[in-house]
């Protein structure tokens, strides 16, 4: 049974950090593209970074980039999103996913139609 389950969420005051993790059980993520999005209260799911399990390139959204890291550990078969500077905007359930290898390399980074398998989410609030 193929399941992902991410960790980490909690709440952090703005300028704080939080490392959300995502453990996949079922299969292992040796070639496969595994993102991180997130939804924030009354706003769509949008992407925030993805990575190729296969060499480790990243893709980041905008909003994250230079603050954001995700990075994956293959022999734990988990991927991991640190997250430093945080602002309130950054507040949202996250979710991690994965999708097909070629999801990466045809540029589709964070096209939520390609990726086939969800986590059930953790919560992220940052707020003093």
């Known amino acids: 049974q193929v399941q992902l389950v991410e960790s980490g969420g909690g709440l952090v005051q703005p300028g704080g950090s939080l490392r959300l993790s995502c453990a996949a059980s079922?299969?292992?993520?040796?070639?496969?593209?595994i993102g991180w999005f997130r939804q924030a209260p009354g706003k769509e799911r949008e992407g925030v970074s993805c990575?190729?399990?296969?060499?480790?390139?990243?893709y980041y959204a905008d909003s994250v980039k230079g603050r954001f890291t995700i990075s994956r550990d293959n022999a734990k078969n988990t991927v991991y999103l640190q997250m430093n500077s945080l602002k309130p905007e950054d507040t949202a359930v996250y979710y991690c996913?994965?999708?097909?290898?070629?999801?990466?390399?045809?540029?589709?980074?964070?096209?939520?139609?390609?990726?086939?398998?969800w986590g059930q989410g953790t919560q992220v609030t940052v707020s003093s």
């Open positions: 990575i190729s399990s296969s060499d480790g390139s990243t």
């Open positions: 079922g299969f292992t993520l040796d070639y496969y593209t």
């Open positions: 996913a994965v999708g097909p290898i070629w999801a990466y390399y045809s540029g589709s980074y964070l096209t939520q139609t390609l990726y086939d398998y």
